[in-house]
């Protein structure tokens, strides 16, 4: 192991949460480009499965080329191994499961899906090199209330994320067009439960890593998507402001309102 290179990672991490703290400001000043917001102008497009595919992708492939080739010598200790299939399984299931659910999305701006496979890149070089190479662990650190918690969080995460994707995938019945708000699921407390999942993984995984480099990643989705949720909640409902989207109880119904009005006519 190269003292130097353990520097350099952290000073990837660091970097990491500034371009997150970045690219939150630039997605408030400049909206997103894909999905709902796709501006209807001709520009150079991927397909929504194929630019899924491609831009989750390295997140999977890095990972596994960095233990190949390298002599990866943290992963003979089992918090190293399980804290690496913890990310793995995300993204084998962003990558080759996800896209193939997707029904009819709308192709994404070339532009978005490049920085997004550059991301992965990035990010999944930093995960997998600091857990096979430098991330020191006591071989009990799976019993630590720390890693527990955080393990229960990512799989908690996860599950909301995979669940709040199918309600998204299933809004319109077939035949039907156009924008509806999601209902069901989580998405009767928040305006994006499916970046809500995800943020909670990402902030498990920080937790059970107890690493910068962990702390970083979940540091760099909380900006990216919640900047993002705030969009969708600006768009569904205008009419509530200031509103911390993850936070507010978004209720999608008005029964709490109309239950306590009585009919005096």
Sequence with gaps: MEPAEGSHLDALAYLECALGLLGSVLLKLVRSAYGRYASPRPACRVPARAA????????????????????????????????????????AQRSLIFPLLIRGGKPMPLYTCTLAFTFCVYNGYLQSRYLSQYAVYADDWVTDPRFLVG???????????????????????PGETGYKIPRGGLFEYVTAANYFGEVVEWC??????????????????????????????????????????????????????????????
Excluded at 231 to 258: E, G, R, T, Y
């Design 52 to 91: 899924w595919a491609l831009q989750e992708l390295p997140s999977l492939a890095v990972p596994l080329w960095v233990c190949a080739r390298t002599a990866a010598e943290r992963l003979r200790h089992a918090p190293n191994r399980v804290l690496l299939a913890m990310f793995l399984v995300h993204y």
């Design 204 to 265: 498990g995984y920080a937790l059970a890593s107890w690493s910068v480099q962990g702390g970083a990643f979940a540091a760099f989705t909380f900006c990216i998507l919640v900047s993002r949720a705030q969009q969708h909640h600006q768009s569904d409902f205008p009419c509530v402001s200031n509103s911390f989207c993850f936070v507010f109880c978004c209720w999608h119904s008005a029964k709490l309102f109309i239950h306590p009005v009585i009919d005096v006519g």
């Design 151 to 173: 393990f229960c969080l990512w799989l908690i995460g996860m599950l909301i994320n995979i669940h709040s994707d199918h309600i998204l995938r299933n809004l319109r019945k």
